[in-house]
T-cell receptor, first 107, second 114 residues
Framework: AQRVTQPEKLLSVFKGAPVELKCNYS??????LFWYVQYSRQRLQLLLR??SRESIKGFTADLNKGETSFHLKKPFAQEEDSAMYYC?????????FGTGTKLQVIP | DGGITQSPKYLFRKEGQNVTLSCEQN?????MYWYRQDPGQGLRLIYY???????QKGDIAEGYSVSREKKESFPLTVTSAQKNPTAFYLC?????????????FGSGTQLSVL
């Protein structure tokens, strides 16, 4: 079975403060992990994937196989980062999502 | 704004009624998925299909049915057996190939019970 856990339903930070959205996973194989974002009134869209080791909109995420984690980080939060963030695991033929974390950036 | 289209945007169901949600994609993707989104529960997989004429149950398939007669279409029927159908339903399709996977989502259908 594959599982994704996002322990925080809501994360509030001040503008300019660092952000870390937590994600832990459970999967017996080699995981493909992603972060998806849903801005207000917009479609769910891919933010980044671990295989690309990319930084998108200042966000990065490192896969830690030892801790089975894929936390999303940004050094300085911006107001436009306010959104729902979902961690996702691409296992055998299907994608499993976490319950999501709402990021609220306070001006 | 093409790619994957869901209709209708809003749908109301009466007690004992079956309703069908439409999902169409013109991305030539083989795989398609249905998710249910509830506040505080994230996205839960209902059904998925890797190829035409084949589909598998996801984590919460009870009370739902699907068909995949055409590559571009993956309709979801919410049957009267689904006792708590009020939710936001998302359809997605995915790019093929290992390490190139990416889900494309529709804009969703909000289903409510009258």
């Amino acid at each position: 079975a594959q599982r994704v856990t996002q322990p925080e339903k809501l994360l509030s930070v001040f503008k300019g403060a660092p952000v870390e959205l937590k994600c832990n996973y459970s999967y017996s194989g080699s995981p493909e992990l992603f972060w998806y974002v849903q801005y207000s009134r917009q479609r769910l869209q891919l933010l980044l994937r671990h295989i690309s080791r990319e930084s998108i909109k200042g966000f990065t995420a490192d896969l830690n196989k030892g801790e089975t984690s894929f936390h999303l980080k940004k050094p300085f939060a911006q107001e436009e980062d306010s959104a729902m963030y979902y961690c996702a695991l691409w296992g055998y033929q299907k994608v499993t999502f976490g319950t999501g974390t709402k990021l609220q950036v306070i001006p | 704004d093409g790619g994957i289209t869901q209709s209708p945007k809003y749908l109301f169901r009466k007690e004992g009624q079956n309703v069908t949600l439409s999902c169409e994609q013109n991305l030539n993707h083989d795989a398609m998925y249905w998710y249910r989104q509830d506040p505080g529960q994230g996205l839960r997989l209902i059904y998925y299909s890797q190829i035409v004429n084949d589909f598998q149950k996801g984590d919460i398939a009870e009370g739902y049915s699907v068909s995949r007669e055409k590559k571009e279409s993956f309709p979801l029927t919410v049957t009267s057996a689904q006792k708590n159908p009020t939710a936001f339903y998302l359809c997605a399709s995915s790019t093929p190939g290992q390490h190139n996977e990416k889900l494309f989502f529709g804009s969703g259908t909000q289903l409510s019970v009258l």
